[in-house]
């Protein structure tokens, strides 16, 4: 405590002794303050640092924002296969959400349009791939995306696209589509994928390589979703029992909307059952509501191959 003034002494005319012992008692005050103050302050530091030392990781909430993420770009993992003579085809594969190695999990193969070709393995991913990455869809249906890229002056499938006419199924298939059959051929040996669960989908360019390829391989896939292309009527017969789900707008000025109804008709002549959407008043582009759809996704992986057999996994 300070020492009291005695009563009538002013300040000044205080005895030197006097005055020497207030002094003390201030400085001793002052020091007791700033210690106190310091003391308390180390104090809750450690508090602080205890309680964020001790505390447990938030583990879930750090996998629930990675989860979230959404952008094909990095959901998606950049990937090369070397074929034979050299050609390599670059793609994108995207893995199943919460993968169990004890499990099988559909392979959906999906095939970009003629404005997406090049060599920089991202242009592929701008259009459907993102619809693929959504959370929740991932998590009611977890599977392997394949998004190969097609290199720039090269088809899925060697049509002329510019001709009129009946489609014609080409004596053999192009570089590309060779490559990526490869990349899934490969992956069927060495992934957790259910053999009877391989789908595959594609607008336009990668439209027309999507009936290219069920044409090539009929008691392969379990589905197909061709957006905006076209194939040759004359392979209905083989064709005709893969489920398939085919889309087109009827006012498509870049691929005509015949080039979907003829090879549909075919099918449905030899006897198959396939689903068809006409989207009227709409252009080239009938992919993004196509794969928006959750219509879609429920409805292409609740197909299984109809030929089906045991699977090894």
């Given at each position: 405590?300070?020492?009291?003034?005695?009563?009538?002494?002013?300040?000044?005319q205080?005895?030197?002794?006097?005055?020497?012992?207030?002094?003390?008692s201030?400085?001793?005050?002052r020091?007791?303050?700033?210690?106190?103050?310091a003391?308390?302050?180390?104090?809750?530091?450690?508090?602080?640092?205890?309680?964020?030392?001790?505390?447990?990781?938030?583990?879930?909430?750090?996998?629930?924002?990675?989860?979230?993420?959404?952008?094909?770009?990095?959901?998606?993992?950049?990937?090369?296969?070397?074929?034979?003579?050299g050609?390599?085809?670059?793609?994108?594969?995207?893995?199943?959400?919460?993968y169990?190695?004890?499990?099988s999990?559909?392979?959906?193969?999906?095939?970009?349009?003629?404005?997406?070709?090049?060599?920089?393995?991202?242009?592929?991913?701008?259009?459907?791939?993102?619809?693929?990455?959504?959370?929740?869809?991932?998590?009611?249906?977890?599977?392997?995306?394949?998004?190969?890229?097609?290199?720039?002056?090269?088809?899925?499938?060697?049509?002329?696209?510019?001709?009129?006419?009946?489609?014609?199924?080409?004596?053999?298939?192009?570089?590309?589509?060779?490559?990526?059959?490869?990349?899934?051929?490969?992956?069927?040996?060495?992934?957790?994928i259910?053999?009877?669960r391989?789908?595959?989908?594609?607008?336009?360019?990668?439209?027309?390589?999507?009936?290219?390829?069920?044409?090539?391989?009929?008691?392969?896939?379990?589905?197909?979703?061709?957006?905006?292309?076209?194939?040759?009527?004359?392979?209905?017969?083989?064709?005709?029992?893969?489920?398939?789900?085919c889309?087109?707008?009827?006012?498509?000025?870049?691929?005509?909307?015949?080039?979907?109804?003829?090879i549909?008709?075919?099918?449905?002549?030899?006897?198959?059952?396939?689903l068809?959407?006409?989207?009227?008043?709409?252009?080239?582009?009938?992919?993004?509501?196509t794969?928006?759809?959750?219509a879609?996704?429920?409805?292409?992986?609740?197909?299984?191959r109809?030929?089906?057999?045991?699977?090894a996994?």
């Amino acid at each position: 405590m300070q020492t009291p003034l005695p009563s009538g002494f002013p300040r000044n005319q205080l005895p030197l002794k006097m005055r020497l012992k207030r002094f003390e008692s201030l400085d001793n005050s002052r020091f007791n303050m700033k210690t106190t103050l310091a003391i308390a302050s180390l104090l809750f530091l450690n508090l602080i640092c205890v309680q964020a030392f001790c505390q447990e990781p938030k583990v879930n909430e750090t996998i629930t924002k990675a989860q979230a993420t959404e952008d094909p770009a990095k959901m998606f993992e950049p990937r090369e296969f070397a074929g034979e003579g050299g050609k390599v085809l670059k793609y994108r594969l995207l893995k199943p959400l919460g993968y169990n190695p004890n499990k099988s999990y559909p392979l959906v193969i999906f095939l970009h349009g003629a404005g997406e070709r090049g060599d920089d393995n991202l242009a592929q991913l701008k259009h459907g791939m993102a619809d693929f990455c959504k959370t929740a869809r991932r998590e009611k249906n977890p599977c392997y995306v394949i998004a190969p890229q097609c290199p720039t002056g090269e088809k899925w499938a060697d049509i002329d696209w510019a001709a009129e006419g009946v489609i014609k199924l080409p004596a053999e298939a192009s570089d590309s589509m060779k490559l990526t059959l490869a990349v899934v051929d490969a992956m069927l040996e060495d992934a957790a994928i259910d053999k009877n669960r391989v789908y595959i989908t594609g607008l336009s360019m990668g439209g027309y390589g999507t009936w290219d390829a069920i044409a090539r391989r009929p008691e392969f896939f379990a589905a197909a979703v061709p957006i905006c292309g076209g194939g040759d009527p004359s392979t209905a017969a083989k064709i005709k029992n893969i489920p398939i789900s085919c889309f087109h707008g009827d006012q498509d000025k870049a691929v005509a909307v015949e080039k979907s109804r003829l090879i549909i008709n075919a099918i449905k002549e030899a006897g198959g059952s396939p689903l068809y959407k006409e989207y009227p008043g709409v252009g080239h582009d009938s992919w993004t509501q196509t794969y928006a759809n959750d219509a879609t996704h429920d409805w292409l992986f609740a197909q299984r191959r109809i030929q089906a057999q045991p699977d090894a996994k």
